[in-house]
Antibody
Framework: EVHLVESGGGLVQPGGSLRLSCAFS????????MDWVRQAPGKGLECVAR??????????EYAASVKDRFTISTDDSKNSLYLQMNSLKTDDTAVYYC???????????WGQGTLVTVSS | DTQLTQSPSFLSASVGDRVTITCRAS??????LVWYQQKLGKVPKLLIY???TLQSGVPSRFSGSGSGTEFTLTITSLQPEDFATYYC?????????FGGGTKVEI
């Protein structure tokens, strides 16, 4: 059975850094793309970063709003996905979800989310 | 980036009603369109992918159609548990984008 569990959220000051983790089980990372999706309070959904293996190449993509500030990575030995967030802004305040692309172009599994609050 | 525009943004309906939500893409996305349901305080749930394929376990009163730039989600007979916010998402090109959501209320 597939499980995704995020951790690492919390309160951070503007300009600060935070690292989110997503522990996953029930599947092999190399068979799927994985994404971080965020949702600001009372707002809609936004994909911020994506990682996967295309052929033999590890690829990562980012939304323009986080490019050069956020870094997505994985540790296959720990079955974990990460999101390193630097130079945080108040606009980054959101619940961050870890998701799995289940093939056939869909997010079929989501974690429960972890709240990041950027505030002074 | 591909923009997705959902309409309406808010919908008031009754149990048993037929409900249709539209999602329009700013450019062609073939059939790479997904629908999710999100209840208040909960995680989004996958309903339909590839525009019209029902995810396993989702009731058959949900259906999707469309290709290119115009898509619809239809709920044939609204049930109490269907009151939620619905989002479309395109998987045609990165960045993967979502529509603004349609809130379905009693």
């Amino acid at each position: 059975e597939v499980h995704l569990v995020e951790s690492g959220g919390g309160l951070v000051q503007p300009g600060g850094s935070l690292r989110l983790s997503c522990a996953f089980s029930g599947f092999t990372f190399s068979d799927h793309y994985m994404d971080w999706v965020r949702q600001a309070p009372g707002k809609g959904l936004e994909c911020v970063a994506r990682v996967g293996i295309r052929g033999k190449t590890y690829t990562a993509e980012y939304a323009a709003s986080v490019k050069d500030r956020f870094t997505i990575s994985t540790d296959d030995s720990k079955n974990s996905l990460y999101l390193q967030m630097n130079s945080l802004k108040t606009d980054d305040t959101a619940v961050y979800y870890c998701t799995r692309d289940g093939g056939n172009y869909r997010f079929d599994y989501w974690g429960q989310g972890t709240l990041v609050t950027v505030s002074s | 980036d591909t923009q997705l525009t959902q309409s309406p943004s808010f919908l008031s309906a009754s149990v048993g009603d037929r409900v249709t939500i539209t999602c329009r893409a700013s450019q062609g996305i073939r059939s790479y369109l997904v629908w999710y349901q999100q209840k208040l305080g909960k995680v989004p749930k996958l309903l339909i992918y590839r525009a019209s394929t029902l995810q396993s376990g989702v009731p058959s009163r949900f259906s999707g159609s469309g290709s290119g730039t115009e898509f619809t989600l239809t709920i044939t007979s609204l049930q109490p548990e269907d009151f939620a916010t619905y989002y479309c998402q395109q998987f045609n090109s990165y960045p993967l984008t979502f529509g603004g959501g349609t809130k379905v209320e009693i």
